[in-house]
């Protein structure tokens, strides 16, 4: 396996010189944002946050993709917020591809850099700073957690991904494999955030169609990944956006690793439609 790397947005625009061309295609079973899009005329700003901008490049849309949303968050030097989050109901998933930042949950202060994930549950105080010299990225996944009568809410997690041993998928001599950062049987959690690492020449051998919703953010490599009906070329910095049931599957380009940063929503019932009779 090749060196781990994570690839982030730094934003600028391109020149006027440059061709309009891109591979940005939203469909309605699938979206593809690449990496040359996120410039910095589609950033965002998000309330009580400090030198700090954000590509949204996942949110709930009716009809679509409608669990979760995903920023890439850019924090200067400095920056950072003391009420990060304004939505009790929001649990979160922070997973830093540049720079390094401090997260301080319940007065206890956790040192973040490259590879670093953390679980915050919902309703948790706490905050975030870039006590560094150079920017700090990372991406911000939030859900409306699911709480389940007779289930406890998840804890805190904080973690680096060097420290995770991948779980090699069967029958594949380890080319596919996934890194997990909590457990996939702990019904405590309703969304999973993981690494899924394939090997060159390695594929996904059939086209996975199932109930979860799936973000996938391109950290490393290159590859043809099967989306719906089309063959669509990646790399490192693109994001996929799948709705549920969309089928896909995945050929690895090589010459190194193909890894992506993985959201998906597990361990619950289906909501079921509201104004039945009967």
């Not at 409306?144 to 060097?162: H, L, Q, S």
């Not at 702990?186 to 060159?200: F, K, L, N, S, W």
Request: aromatic content about 12%.
């Amino acid at each position: 396996m090749t060196a781990r790397s994570y690839y982030a947005p730094e934003g600028g625009l391109p020149p006027q010189t440059e061709l309009l061309t891109g591979r940005a295609v939203f469909t309605e079973a699938y979206a593809v944002i690449p990496k040359g899009t996120m410039r910095d005329i589609v950033t965002s700003f998000l309330p009580f946050w400090e030198k700090t901008r954000a590509w949204v490049i996942a949110r709930p849309l009716s009809g679509f993709a409608e669990t979760f949303s995903q920023y890439i968050m850019e924090v200067q030097a400095g920056g950072g917020s003391d009420r990060p989050e304004t939505d009790k109901t929001a649990e979160a998933v922070l997973f830093v591809v540049g720079g390094a930042l401090t997260i301080t949950l319940k007065g206890e202060r956790h040192e973040m850099e490259a590879g670093g994930y953390a679980f915050i549950p919902p309703a948790s105080e706490w905050s975030l700073r870039n006590n560094g010299a150079t920017p700090a990225r990372f991406h911000w996944i939030r859900k409306a957690y699911e709480k389940v009568e007779g289930i406890d809410c998840p804890d805190a997690v904080f973690v680096n991904e060097r420290d995770v041993a991948p779980i090699p998928m069967p029958d594949t001599e380890g080319k596919w494999a996934t890194t997990r950062f909590v457990d996939p049987a702990d019904m405590r959690h309703d969304m999973h955030v993981t690494i899924v690492t394939i090997e060159p020449g390695a594929v996904i051998p059939f086209a996975e169609t199932h109930v979860m919703e799936h973000g996938l953010y391109v950290l490393q490599g290159k590859a043809v990944y099967r989306l719906n009906q089309d063959w669509v070329e990646v790399e490192a910095g693109d994001y996929m956006w799948l709705r549920a049931f969309c089928p896909q599957a995945c050929y690895a380009g090589g010459p190194g690793s193909f890894r992506y940063l993985l959201y998906k929503d597990v361990n619950r019932h289906m909501k079921l439609g509201t104004g039945r009779t009967g």
